[in-house]
T-cell receptor, first 117, second 111 residues
Framework: ETGVTQTPRHLVMGMTNKKSLKCEQHLGHNAMYWYKQSAKKPLELMFVYSLEERVENNSVPSRFSPECPNSSHLFLHLHTLQPEDSALYLC????????????????FGPGTRLTVL | QKEVEQNSGPLSVPEGAIASLNCTYSDRGSQSFFWYRQYSGKSPELIMSIYSNGDKEDGRFTAQLNKASQYVSLLIRDSQPSDSATYLCAAYSGNTGKLIFGQGTTLQVKP
């Protein structure tokens, strides 16, 4: 496979469930990102990893827990979610986090459509 | 004030016309700018990136950047129905280290 892949593509879970989203990039990139996209809202950056180290946590509730075991894989562990967490969760990667004042292009995976009942 | 602002539209143009999509940003420290296209139910895909003032052309697409006016635009020439999608503008500030997305403009190209 090439590019950025995400599994599952669709997920329905109850508020008491625990599930995980998986992202894998085959581009040799060093930085990976989780975004949340809700209807009619801009993409919201959730977490940023550079060389497997978390460099940003954008005030995300603790019911979302990221994990980056290596530079190719990124997980988002979910537990006790709320219905308002239903959204499209997008993973992205870029060559590096930034080059001075510039940044590398981010490439997105297909997303996981999450519904919390 | 939104950090990256786009008119949500929809912007409707006839097939073959030029579609003009606009974006303004508030952080003067922004140095990198991106246009992504997102079809309904799909993920964003990169159309253009631009870093310097002026125009950058790629096929039917032209990105324009004016840092003094804090304005970025995307022109689509000879618009096709397949161009119908939501176009996301994003601005990156090296000072804050953040890539901020606008809410997107929905483009409808009518046959």
């Amino acid at each position: 496979e090439t590019g950025v892949t995400q599994t599952p593509r669709h997920l329905v879970m109850g508020m008491t469930n625990k599930k995980s989203l998986k992202c894998e990039q085959h581009l040799g990139h060093n930085a990976m990102y989780w975004y949340k996209q809700s209807a009619k809202k801009p993409l919201e950056l959730m977490f940023v990893y550079s060389l497997e180290e978390r460099v940003e946590n954008n005030s995300v509730p603790s019911r979302f827990s990221p994990e980056c075991p290596n530079s190719s894989h990124l997980f988002l562990h979910l537990h006790t979610l709320q219905p308002e967490d239903s959204a499209l969760y997008l993973c992205a990667s870029s060559q590096d986090l930034h080059r001075g004042l510039l940044t590398d292009t981010q490439y997105f995976g297909p997303g996981t459509r999450l519904t919390v009942l | 004030q939104k950090e990256v602002e786009q008119n949500s539209g929809p912007l409707s143009v006839p097939e073959g016309a030029i579609a003009s999509l606009n974006c303004t940003y508030s952080d003067r420290g922004s140095q990198s700018f991106f246009w992504y296209r997102q079809y309904s139910g799909k993920s964003p895909e990169l159309i253009m990136s631009i870093y310097s003032n002026g125009d950058k052309e790629d096929g039917r697409f032209t990105a324009q950047l004016n840092k003094a006016s804090q304005y970025v635009s995307l022109l689509i020439r000879d618009s096709q129905p397949s161009d119908s999608a939501t176009y996301l503008c994003a601005a990156y500030s090296g000072n804050t280290g953040k890539l901020i997305f606008g809410q997107g403009t929905t483009l409808q190209v009518k046959p």
